[in-house]
């Protein structure tokens, strides 16, 4: 039996195995129909980025020697069904870190493009039609941010210039953070209808699906603009379409429910919405910081040291 690490990188590559420490038999498998070696060995498993949930759980049930099992995605939801599956005392970690820069700079322009109309502009410039006219801008409004986690802080670092008139913080619980008071969940009901832009930042969990339904979006103040870089599921699609067909409130939205979102859905014609496909995390920025935190982390894990980023460890 060998200690593997599986790896959606190409082990072959030099910058991939820059940095990682000796002892480990490295294998690389990004999804594929074929595995590269026998599931039972491995010891440490990173689960390929952006592969559909059945293709990234298909070789839990065998892997009876895991210790660790390293996303590459912020958010863990997509491995909770094959958790079942796993040895006790295996320990799921996420890519803190890792998406910060790529999905603050994507939530920024879409708040950016949806208040200064700029698919508007777009489509009359495929069109040849000049639309000009008098738009919203980010300055001087008040923006909340629900799921203050690392995601949501990067997103204010990024609002700092833009000379917004506040930024409010909510997360789970309430606490406080290096820039003030971050309220918890409860404080909702009060908190959005001083909101201009309510940004999403928020993990899927029981408690954040459906979140923003139709209790929360009527909440909103007439005219403000919801942006979701979160999930899909955190969003109730169809409360929000009842909203957004009456142009009361406006969306952008990186994550739909459902997603792919099937070319018929009445959201992709929304009066005042905004999609993009899930595209918060692939860019440029995603590889170098992917192979820092890998790098980290099997360095911490082949001297036995604590590992970033455990979410949860099976059977505790």
């Known amino acids: 039996m060998t200690s593997d690490v599986w790896l959606p990188f190409d082990p072959k590559d030099p910058d991939t195995l820059a940095g990682l420490p000796e002892g480990f038999g490295y294998r690389f498998w990004d999804g594929g129909p074929d595995f590269p070696a026998d599931p039972a060995d491995c010891v440490f498993y990173v689960v390929p980025y952006m592969r559909p949930g059945e293709t990234v759980l298909r070789p839990l049930p065998a892997m009876t020697s895991v210790r660790v099992v390293q996303t590459l995605t912020a958010g863990v939801d997509h491995m909770q069904p094959g958790l079942r599956h796993l040895p006790p005392g295996v320990r799921l970690c996420n890519a803190r870190g890792v998406h910060e820069a790529s999905t603050a700079e994507l939530a920024l322009a879409l708040i950016l493009a949806s208040l200064r109309g700029i698919p508007d502009f777009v489509r009359g410039q495929d069109r040849g039609e000049w639309r000009s006219g008098f738009r919203p801008a980010l300055a001087d409004r008040t923006v909340l941010i629900v799921g203050y986690g690392s995601i ?9 210039p833009f000379e917004v008139a506040r930024v409010t913080r909510v997360a789970r619980s309430a606490r406080e953070s290096e820039r003030g008071p971050v309220h918890p969940l409860t404080a909702l009901p009060e908190l959005l209808p001083e909101a201009d832009v309510v940004v999403l930042t928020t993990p899927l969990t029981e408690e954040t699906r459906g979140l923003a339904g139709a209790d929360f979006l009527a909440r909103m103040k007439d005219g403000a603009l919801l942006v979701n870089v979160a999930r899909g599921p955190v969003v109730d699609t169809k409360a929000l379409l009842a909203e957004a067909e ?68 099976t059977g505790a």
């Open 246 to 313: 009456t142009g009361r409130i406006t969306a952008a939205l990186d994550v739909t429910d459902p997603e792919p979102l099937p070319r018929e859905h009445p959201l992709w014609r929304a009066p005042g919405v905004l999609i993009s496909p899930h595209v918060g995390g692939p860019t440029s920025a995603f590889l170098p910081r992917a192979r820092r935190l890998l790098g980290a982390q099997l360095n911490r894990f082949a001297r036995g040291e604590p590992l970033a980023n455990v979410v949860l460890t």
């Open 152 to 160: 949501g802080s990067a997103v204010e670092d990024r609002l700092t």
